[in-house]
């Protein structure tokens, strides 16, 4: 074994060979990997080889196209066939609900150029005559995907990296991670010691241990997953092509053809964990025993779906173990706190996401930066909320959940309440209903009496709408409370504060007593961040963002490193918030507070650290309604105080509350866009619109090289806000925006405009059609609808209100 390499790689499944080669192809040709069994020992060995571009992210899709279109090129490189079955895939509806998610999926897969359709249950059938029809009422079809060999599939990843310079080490344990001073690894092995740069844990079933040997605690679990092999089926005797694989939503069921019978499998209601506690270290090349007493009722299903399936007996069934984070989505990238360490696990579909996983992986690595925006599989989506009791309870209820189609305003019940701010029954007790976000509970909508604090799951409108209708209105008409305990704050202090602020942000650095609107780029000039930040003296920051990307933007900061005088710190758990907003909102803020908070007092973007009534406070003037808006921040022990203190002083000045959904509607006629929706790593300042808060003519910024040669040479696309048509649903992100029939933009986000009376759309459209007026079409749930360009917000263009 070599004594050192730039990587080592842990873990010899389809994720780590995939790491290895591209590191490989990245030109770390001295990357090593190190396996303790056998290639392919832990879950992958015995996976069903499906392959499929599914996702409801559109850049995981993407990622999972490009995996599949590797595997020709790792077959031509190594000479070792993948097994290759590439018969595409059909989903089938049996609800409304499911056939909407269909249509979604459709209309997301043209942008992504992805060949997808609906087709009739009599298309479907021809492509797969083992399905009983009568049980479904459409189909979608798309040409990407089938199945591979596992085995077949990881020998060539492994072979084309050994290719490439990369080495492959079986039978070798690691055993432990010690880092020295420069931040490099002594591996540990029973066969001696590899240094290495950088170590990468692809360790799957084993991950989580993996984690501990560097001190931390992975939200990684492992399920038990049965599937079927029958016997050969009369029915595809004779067939020429294979049917298509074959995902029924209704049954929770897949199936797919293996020789001359199928494969079908389960993700049944009431999974099991498997080795909660702890991976055995022997466990290799294993399964583990039937239980199909347990499963018999779902795989019942799937033979009344597939009646063919029931006539013929079952050859051999297979139970394996194989991982999942709590949201399903793998777990990737460098993690806060310890260098040169990076994860590629929970992993749940390797042969869909494998190779993608490895080429972000391997850019990340070598050039710093995974080249796109893939926050919903990077490891940081997850901060310390995501404990292993969280986990414990996440893991089952996404695996039930593996084949249930999600709705746009579906809130899963698993694990909650679980962060609760201090306020949290009182707000129930006014009609919330909750979301969850890192964690933390918040308000979605008030449910008025009468109504039900709950919601049908639908891609149409709700009856929560004429509900946030009316909190619309009212913070339009009087004034509102939104708790903004669930943004992201964070503490930025000491003497270096403000030096060090001006490199990481691409903002002017605010003077004591103002706030400004605060971009954060990457060196490549893509938004990593679009936060506010107050400057509360000369060496005291309070910087406030997406409550979601927390842990994201603490390890950014980290990553930036702060210098001995600066302290960073997050004020998640220290910090708690209202946002009040509306025509009324100053009336109601003078009354809790002895300064003058008159307009020319304290204007748009000043701040103060003054009492509210009983709390000691930061106040800001700001908001994200349009309206004019106060932001009020204290500690959780004075937060109750402060809410009675609001209302009291709100109650004969029509005080309504408002959650999250108002806010979105709120926002987009303002034409607002938010970080993670609208403004993520793909976009730039030039194409966000953000680039009116950059300061070009800073020395020293991360990303100012690439901002400045954005802005000489123009963004290639811009964010717009779109009227779309009305129907009964609105856009709900990624759907192709079409000019002519061609797709040339997708959309971020959207929302009903309770003021202004529309159905709008945010999304990119390229510079040269980002006109007034210009008129798309937007396929929403199969219907085209014209989506029509507004320059200006549809809200007070003029931002009158905002400054009154
Ligand atoms: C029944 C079943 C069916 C499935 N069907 C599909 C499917 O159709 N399509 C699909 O995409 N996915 C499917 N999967 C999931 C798929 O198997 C996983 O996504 C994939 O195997 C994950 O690969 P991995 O490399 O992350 O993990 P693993 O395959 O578990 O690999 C981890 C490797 O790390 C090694 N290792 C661990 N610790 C150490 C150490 N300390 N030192 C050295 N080496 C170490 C292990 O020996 C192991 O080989 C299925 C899984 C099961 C169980």
Request: with cysteine; glycine share 10%.
């Amino acid at each position: 074994m070599k004594a050192s390499a730039r990587a080592v790689v842990i873990g010899g499944g389809v994720v780590g060979a995939s790491v290895l080669y591209h590191l490989a192809k990245a030109g770390w040709s001295d990357a090593l990997l190190l396996e303790k069994s056998e290639l392919t020992s832990g879950s992958t060995w015995h996976a069903a080889g499906g392959m499929h571009t599914f996702n409801g992210e559109a850049n995981i899709s993407r990622l999972q196209k490009y995996t599949i279109d590797l595997y020709r090129e790792i077959e031509r490189l190594s000479g070792q066939s993948c097994g290759l079955h590439p018969n595409g895939g059909l989903m089938l509806a049996a609800t409304p609900g499911e056939l909407d998610s269909l249509r979604l999926i459709c209309s997301r897969a043209r942008y992504l150029g992805m060949e997808t359709e609906m087709i009739s249950l009599g298309e479907a059938k021809n492509l797969n005559p083992l399905i009983d029809t009568s049980h479904f009422i459409g189909a979608l079809w798309r040409a990407d995907g089938g199945h591979c060999d596992p085995s077949g599939t990881t020998q060539a990843y492994a072979k084309a990296a050994r290719m490439l310079g990369a080495s492959v080490e079986r039978f070798t344990r690691v055993q432990s991670l010690a880092q020295r001073r420069d931040g490099s690894w002594d591996v540990l092995t029973d066969k001696g010691t590899v240094h290495a740069e950088h170590v990468v844990n692809c360790a799957g079933l084993w991950a989580r241990e993996v984690g501990h040997l560097v001190g931390i605690e992975l939200p990684v679990l492992a399920m038990e997953h049965h599937y079927l092999l029958t016997e050969d089926i009369p029915e595809l005797a004779g067939r020429e092509r294979e049917i298509v694989n074959t995902t029924d939503y209704a049954g929770e069921i897949y199936m797919r053809q293996e020789r001359r019978g199928a494969l079908i499998g389960t993700y049944e209601p009431h999974g099991i964990a498997w080795s909660p506690l702890k991976t055995p270290d022997d466990f290799s090349m294993q399964l583990l025993p039937d239980d199909f007493e347990r499963l018999a009722p779902y795989f019942e299903v799937g033979f009344k779906h597939f009646p063919a399936l029931g006539r013929v007996g079952i050859r051999k069934a297979v139970n394996g173990p194989f991982t999942f984070a709590p949201d399903g989505n793998p777990l990737v990238g460098p993690v806060r706190g310890v260098r040169n360490y990076w994860v590629a696990c929970a992993v749940m579909a390797g042969f869909s996401q494998g190779g993608g996983i490895g080429l972000v992986l391997s850019r990340w690595m070598a050039e710093g930066d995974p080249g796109q925006d893939i926050i919903s599989m990077d490891v940081a989506r997850f901060g310390a909320f995501a404990t292993p009791k969280y986990t414990s309870i996440k893991v089952p209820e996404n695996y039930s959940r593996r084949f249930r189609l999600a709705y746009p305003n579906e809130e899963l019940p698993a694990a909650r309440p679980l962060r609760r701010s201090p306020i949290y029954e009182q707000l129930k007790a006014a009609g919330a209903v909750m979301g969850a976000n890192f964690g933390l509970e918040n308000a979605l909508w008030f449910a008025p009496p009468g109504v039900a604090p709950s919601e049908t799951p639908t891609y149409r409108r709700s009856e929560a709408f004429p509900v946030v209708r009316e909190e619309c209105l009212a913070v339009r008409r009087s004034v509102g409370i939104y708790e903004t305990t669930n943004y992201g704050k964070y503490e930025v202090t000491g003497r270096g504060a403000r030096g060090w602020l001006d490199r990481v942000f691409a903002c002017r650095i605010p003077r004591p007593g103002r706030l400004a609107l605060a971009p954060m780029l990457n060196p490549a000039g893509r938004i990593v961040g679009d936060l506010s930040m107050a400057c509360l003296a000369e060496d005291r920051f309070m910087i406030v963002g997406s409550g979601f990307a927390e842990e994201f933007h603490m390890r950014w900061f980290w990553e930036a490193q702060p210098p001995a005088d600066v302290l960073v710190r997050s004020s998640a758990s220290t910090l708690a918030g209202f946002s009040i907003a509306g025509p009324r909102a100053r009336e109601l803020v003078q009354r809790l507070v002895r300064e003058d908070l008159s307009a020319g007092a304290f204007r748009l973007f000043q701040v103060r650290e003054t009492a509210v009534g009983f709390a000691p406070a930061i106040l800001t003037r700001a908001g994200f309604t349009g309206e004019l808006g106060y932001e009020i921040w204290t500690t959780p022990d004075y937060f109750a105080a402060l809410y009675e203190d609001v209302r009291a002083a709100g109650r004969d000045l029509g005080l309504v509350h408002f959650g999250g959904r108002a806010l979105s509607s709120l926002r987009l006629e303002k034409g607002y866009g938010s970080f993670n929706k609208d403004f993520r790593p793909d976009f730039t300042p030039g194409e966000t619109g953000l680039d009116r808060f950059v300061d070009f003519d800073k020395p020293d910024f991360t990303g100012r090289a690439a901002v400045l040669t954005e802005r000489a040479a123009g963004p290639r696309r811009r964010f717009v806000i779109m009227e779309v048509t009305d129907a009964d649903a609105e856009v709900v992100g990624y759907e192709s925006i079409t000019k002519d029939g061609a797709a040339v933009g997708y959309v971020t986000s959207g929302a009903y405009g309770h003021c202004v009376g529309k159905s709008l759309a945010a999304g990119y459209v390229p510079t040269a059609l980002a006109r007034e007026g210009t008129r798309f079409e937007i396929d929403v749930l199969g219907e085209m609808r014209t989506a029509t360009v507004r320059l200006e917000p549809l809200y007070d263009p003029q931002g009158l209100r905002l400054r009154s």
